[in-house]
């Protein structure tokens, strides 16, 4: 019998032996911190670190998840709320940020604690949506025609329950002005069991159109079930792109940028953003420079044709829209 996505959750690794064991690491070959874990812990499930390498202490993947001590130095420029969030707050839970569009912010929680992550330090206990408060939001929705477009965010949204979603999506079903949702999330690359039928029908039974901006940085996170995860969503009507962040000792070489478009393409994925590093404190050893990044940009444009070579931006604080570097 199959685990549940949410006993998956459940049974996720949280502690450094463990995962070491299951990835035969010692952990004496590896930066660990518990400085680091303790101000935002490790969390990866099985799922995903089944598709680490062994014994290898400088998988990409396992770059992506492990608490080490790199995380307390300070870097310059670098801050607890690196693309002005708090400042676009216009109620618990919602974020006005560019023309047209808003974001919820739904929950805090995730599957997977990427040490990267640019909400990391966000101050979730204050500003996350409880059932109640989502239907202020939506009722601030319903009173602003100029919005056609809902971002349900976090966190990871998909960590709402079927039943929780479906109430939401009926909502906003109601609102006549509204265009499209916009779903943005790593579950289908690290817990692809997430797409289960009853939340299909939610997006299938949508009279909005539904986009999903799913999260994969390298190619190697996606395997059969990623593929299978992908292709049911593509059967629920739903337009799939792909976001990554370009990640020193992650993805910053053309072959795994440009392995990764291809990979996403053949499962009905369109590489849609690569984002320049989010300057979250916590962050900095992931940087890549700006002119090795337009370089990376440069290769990748020479080998792929233009519809699988994702836009290079950077999301500045106070911008009415993100950047493109080119």
């Known amino acids: 019998m199959k685990t549940s996505w949410q006993t998956q959750m459940q049974n996720a690794f949280t502690d450094f032996q463990t995962l070491c064991d299951y990835l035969q690491l010692s952990i004496d070959d590896l930066n660990l911190s518990n400085d680091a874990a303790k101000s935002f812990p490790l969390r990866v499930p099985v799922a995903f670190a089944a598709r680490i390498e062994k014994s290898n202490p400088n998988d990409p993947l396992l770059r992506q998840i492990l608490p080490i001590g790199d995380e307390l ?23 006005h940020k560019y023309h047209g569009r808003v974001l ?57 329950n079927d039943e929780r979603l ?64 992908c292709q049911r969503l593509k059967s629920a009507n739903v337009t799939l792109l792909n976001q ?15 392995e990764l478009s291809e990979r996403l393409f053949e499962i009905g994925v369109l590489p849609y953003y690569l984002h320049f590093l989010d300057k979250a404190n916590g962050t900095g ?19 792929l044709p233009g519809y699988l070579v994702p836009k290079l931006v950077t999301e500045q604080s106070g911008e009415l829209a993100k950047q493109y570097l080119k």
């Open 73 to 95: 130095k300070n870097y310059d420029g670098f801050s607890d709320d690196p693309v002005g969030d708090l400042n676009a707050v216009k109620q618990t839970g919602l974020l």
């Open 285 to 303: 050893h992931f940087q890549v420079s700006e002119k090795q990044a337009l370089a990376l940009l440069n290769a990748f444009q020479n080998r």
């Open 166 to 229: 479906a109430r939401l999506f009926d909502e906003f079903a109601k609102i006549s002005t509204l265009k499209r949702i916009r779903i943005h999330t790593r579950l289908p690359i690290v817990l692809p069991d997430r797409i289960t039928d009853e939340l299909l029908t939610i997006l299938k039974n949508s009279p909005k159109k539904i986009i999903v901006v799913v999260h994969s940085n390298h190619p190697n996170e996606i395997d059969e079930n990623v593929a299978k995860a």
């Open 244 to 258: 990554s962040v370009l990640l020193q000792g992650v993805n910053d070489n053309v072959t795994a940028l440009c």
């Open 104 to 160: 919820l912010i739904n929950t805090g929680a995730c599957a997977i604690h990427c040490r990267y992550c640019f909400r990391r330090n966000f101050p979730y206990a204050d500003l996350q949506l409880n059932k109640q408060q989502e239907m202020d939001v939506i009722h601030a929705i319903q009173n602003d025609s100029s919005i056609q477009e809902v971002i349900l965010s976090g966190g990871d949204p998909l960590i709402l």
